[in-house]
């Protein structure tokens, strides 16, 4: 797996490159300690939310059913925490894996790797 930034100026490009097989990896950052697990869209933001909690990046904003699955066994819930234009696509990931694990969205105005430790741990301490 890896995933590049784009900077450039063009705002029809994407953002983000991200190469590999990511609907079949389980990238954990931490240790799975509790029952839930904090699922972001990028490595960055993992890493950051991963200082406070079990965290795991999807490598874009999208949980395909075999990792809901394969999740589902190490946990019993998922907090979706996606940028906040991504807030109806973690609506409908949550609905579509139901089934499999109970996924709760956290809706905030920035990408997670935005916040500082302390607002991180702040923002799971109420929704997690």
């Given at each position: ?37 904090i699922l972001t869209e990028d490595l ?8 406070k909690h079990t965290t795991m990046p ?7 059913t075999s990792n809901a699955k394969r ?58």
């Amino acid at each position: 797996m890896w995933q590049g930034r784009y900077f450039g100026r063009n705002p029809r490009h994407p953002k983000y490159f991200t190469r590999g097989n990511y609907e079949s990896v389980l990238d954990i950052i931490g240790q799975p300690l509790g029952k839930n697990i904090i699922l972001t869209e990028d490595l960055i933001s993992a890493i950051k939310v991963g200082r406070k909690h079990t965290t795991m990046p999807l490598w874009g904003s999208y949980l395909s059913t075999s990792n809901a699955k394969r999740l589902s066994v190490l946990f019993s819930e998922a907090f979706l925490w996606l940028d906040y234009d991504k807030r109806e696509e973690a609506v409908k990931l949550s609905l579509k894996h139901c089934l499999h694990l109970d996924i709760i969205p956290i809706i905030t105005h920035l990408d997670p790797k935005c916040y500082t430790d302390g607002e991180i741990g702040a923002a799971l301490h109420h929704g997690v």
